[in-house]
C-alpha cells in the first residue's frame, strides 16, 4: 500500500473527524471517502462516454466497475441517451 500525503483545507478536516467520530480511525475513513470518490468518478466517466457514443455499454461497464445491468440502470436514473431507439432508426430508414 502506498502513503500518500496531502494538505487539506480546515473545514475538510473537521468534516473527516465527524465522520471519524462515527466510524473507526482516520485513515480508514479517508481511504473508504477516496474509494467512494474515484468510483463516482469512473460512473460519471463511463455515462459521458457512452452518451458522446464513443463507449459502448460493456465498456463503461467494465470502466465503472460494474455490471451491463447496473450501468444501464445508472443511466436511466442519470438520463443518459445511448443514442438513437431501433424504432427512430426503422422510422428514419422508411423514410428514405
Same mark, same amino acid.
Given at each position: ?7 487539506i483545507p ?7 473527524q465527524?465522520?471519524? &467520530?462515527?466510524? @473507526? #480511525?482516520r485513515a480508514?475513513? %479517508? $481511504?473508504?471517502?477516496?474509494?467512494? +470518490?474515484?468510483q ?7 455515462? &459521458?462516454?457512452? @452518451? #458522446?457514443?464513443?463507449?459502448? %455499454? $460493456?465498456r463503461a461497464?467494465?470502466? +465503472? ?5 447496473e450501468?444501464?440502470?445508472?443511466m436511466?436514473?442519470r ?6 431507439a431501433?424504432r ?6 422508411d423514410r428514405?
Amino acid at each position: 500500500m502506498e502513503v500518500l500525503t496531502t494538505r487539506i483545507p480546515e473545514d475538510l478536516l473537521k468534516d473527516i473527524q465527524q465522520i471519524e &467520530k462515527e466510524r @473507526s #480511525e482516520r485513515a480508514e475513513v %479517508v $481511504r473508504k471517502l477516496l474509494d467512494t +470518490a474515484v468510483q463516482e468518478w469512473k460512473m460519471t466517466k463511463a455515462l &459521458k462516454m457512452i @452518451s #458522446e457514443g464513443r463507449w459502448t %455499454v $460493456r465498456r463503461a461497464a467494465r470502466l +465503472a466497475g460494474s455490471t451491463y445491468h447496473e450501468i444501464l440502470v445508472m443511466m436511466t436514473d442519470r438520463g443518459v441517451d445511448s443514442g438513437p431507439a431501433l424504432r427512430d432508426l426503422r422510422d428514419a430508414l422508411d423514410r428514405s
